[in-house]
């Protein structure tokens, strides 16, 4: 099968053959029918974020079923799957207290390369690749973990099912499970991607009265309108702090979402929000980066400041869910996909991320 290879850290990555070994104890192989870029991807391409190579990226992908290993239980060939990257183990603290996304098996080692058990199903010439984030969804077909897969209806295109396995997830749950936005709300967004936009769909569909969306890029300005947001911001030319006080009669916002990965964004999140509101930070800045907050007013305003991550998502539970709001009208995924391209463009794909041409990139599989 073909797979984009990333064979040293900046290097362009060469769609080559690859093999790909049948799926053993627990795993599961699957047919991948879309797969979207995302910003970890690049950073990972670039160095930024250190994983091991040769190695197959990729970690937001959808696909059908196509052969099960020994003791595999909750998926059967033919199933539609939207991939998870933390393959949770069901049994540590943090997943039977109902943070699975913490979970202490899977989440520390997500960088490693490797399946959780330590395997490699992937090989260029004879010699293993390694995997990423327990997916590498930049390949015709995955092997992988039973508990990455996550069983979902099959009326929803696959290629917009993708989406749900890393940015729409992050976006939504960040707004509906970690700052749980109340009705009537208001919601400031910062970044206008593909995460960005779903924190701006969820606050919608949470019934937030208004939802402010900050961008520097018109055309995801336009977008975020389009999807939800009842205002928008250029932070360079606009002065969002007063458009916020406008609506909120000086308050700030209820709850703040900063999905940009620039951690002084999130001093500015934090002056933007009202007294015991929520600054939820999602993107994931530079390694080195620190976070500088007023003290006084961390005392005396009582603000929530906190992380989360992949939308602190139940997989199982908050994806199908997801994609029944979807499927219902109320959630407009489909308009995140900005441009979709063949394997063999992936490079290209790339190259219009960084430019900030896309809201969000597509690869789909013929
Ligand atoms: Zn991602
Ligand atoms: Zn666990």
Same mark, same amino acid.
């Given at each position: 099968?073909?797979?984009?290879?990333?064979?040293?850290?900046?290097?362009?990555?060469?769609?080559?053959?690859?093999?790909?070994?049948?799926?053993?104890?627990?795993?599961?192989?699957?047919?991948?029918?879309?797969?979207?870029?995302?910003?970890?991807?690049?950073?990972?391409?670039?160095?930024?974020?250190?994983?091991?190579?040769?190695?197959?990226?990729?970690?937001?992908?959808?696909?059908?079923?196509?052969?099960?290993?020994?003791?595999?239980?909750?998926?059967?060939?033919?199933?539609?799957?939207?991939?998870?990257?933390?393959?949770?183990?069901?049994?540590?603290?943090?997943?039977?207290?109902?943070?699975?996304?913490?979970?202490?098996?899977?989440?520390?080692?997500?960088?490693?390369?490797?399946?959780?058990?330590?395997?490699?199903?992937?090989?260029?010439?004879?010699?293993?690749?390694?995997?990423?984030?327990?997916?590498?969804?930049?390949?015709?077909?995955?092997?992988?973990?039973?508990?990455?897969?996550?069983?979902?209806?099959?009326?929803?295109?696959?290629?917009?099912?993708?989406?749900?396995?890393? %940015?729409?997830?992050?976006?939504?749950?960040?707004?509906?499970?970690?700052?749980?936005?109340?009705?009537?709300?208001?919601?400031?967004?910062?970044?206008?991607?593909?995460?960005?936009?779903?924190?701006?769909?969820?606050?919608?569909?949470?019934?937030?009265?208004?939802?402010?969306?900050?961008?520097?890029?018109?055309?995801?300005?336009?977008?975020?309108?389009?999807?939800?947001?009842?205002?928008?911001?250029?932070?360079?030319?606009?002065?969002?702090?007063?458009?916020?006080?406008?609506?909120?009669?000086?308050?700030?916002?209820?709850?703040?979402?900063?999905?940009?990965?620039?951690?002084?964004?999130?001093?500015?999140?934090?002056?933007?929000?009202?007294?015991?509101?929520?600054?939820?930070?999602?993107?994931?800045?530079?390694?080195?980066?620190?976070?500088?907050?007023?003290?006084?007013?961390?005392?005396?305003?009582?603000?929530?400041?906190?992380?989360?991550?992949?939308?602190?998502?139940?997989?199982?539970?908050?994806?199908?869910?997801?994609?029944?709001?979807?499927?219902?009208?109320?959630?407009?995924?489909?308009?995140?996909?900005?441009?979709?391209?063949?394997?063999?463009?992936?490079?290209?794909?790339?190259?219009?991320?960084?430019?900030?041409?896309?809201?969000?990139?597509?690869? %789909?599989?013929?």
């Amino acid at each position: 099968m073909r797979a984009a290879v990333l064979f040293a850290p900046n290097e362009k990555l060469k769609v080559v053959e690859v093999g790909l070994e049948k799926p053993g104890p627990g795993e599961v192989m699957v047919r991948l029918a879309a797969t979207g870029i995302c910003a970890s991807d690049w950073h990972t391409l670039t160095g930024a974020i250190p994983s091991p190579t040769p190695s197959v990226l990729g970690h937001e992908g959808a696909g059908v079923v196509e052969s099960v290993g020994e003791s595999v239980r909750s998926v059967a060939p033919g199933d539609h799957v939207v991939l998870s990257w933390i393959p949770s183990c069901g049994h540590c603290r943090y997943c039977e207290s109902g943070r699975p996304n913490l979970c202490s098996v899977a989440a520390p080692a997500l960088l490693a390369g490797t399946l959780v058990s330590g395997a490699r199903r992937l090989s260029y010439r004879g010699e293993p690749l390694y995997h990423y984030s327990y997916l590498s969804t930049f390949a015709e077909a995955v092997v992988v973990d039973e508990a990455c897969c996550v069983p979902i209806r099959k009326d929803v295109a696959l290629s917009v099912a993708a989406l749900v396995g890393c %940015a729409v997830t992050t976006g939504y749950g960040a707004v509906v499970n970690r700052a749980q936005a109340e009705p009537g709300s208001t919601v400031l967004v910062f970044g206008s991607g593909g995460v960005g936009l779903s924190a701006v769909m969820a606050a919608r569909v949470s019934g937030a009265r208004y939802v402010v969306a900050v961008d520097p890029v018109a055309f995801k300005r336009e977008l975020a309108l389009e999807v939800g947001a009842t205002h928008v911001a250029d932070p360079v030319a606009e002065d969002v702090a007063a458009l916020v006080a406008g609506l909120t009669e000086g308050d700030g916002a209820d709850v703040a979402i900063e999905s940009a990965g620039r951690s002084e964004l999130v001093a500015e999140a934090f002056r933007l929000t009202r007294r015991g509101g929520t600054i939820v930070c999602v993107g994931i800045p530079a390694a080195d980066a620190t976070v500088s907050l007023p003290g006084p007013a961390l005392v005396r305003h009582e603000k929530i400041v906190t992380g989360s991550l992949y939308g602190s998502c139940r997989a199982r539970q908050d994806m199908p869910r997801i994609l029944d709001l979807y499927a219902e009208g109320r959630l407009p995924l489909d308009r995140l996909v900005t441009r979709t391209y063949g394997l063999e463009e992936i490079n290209e794909a790339f190259d219009d991320m960084v430019a900030g041409r896309l809201a969000r990139g597509v690869i %789909a599989f013929a």
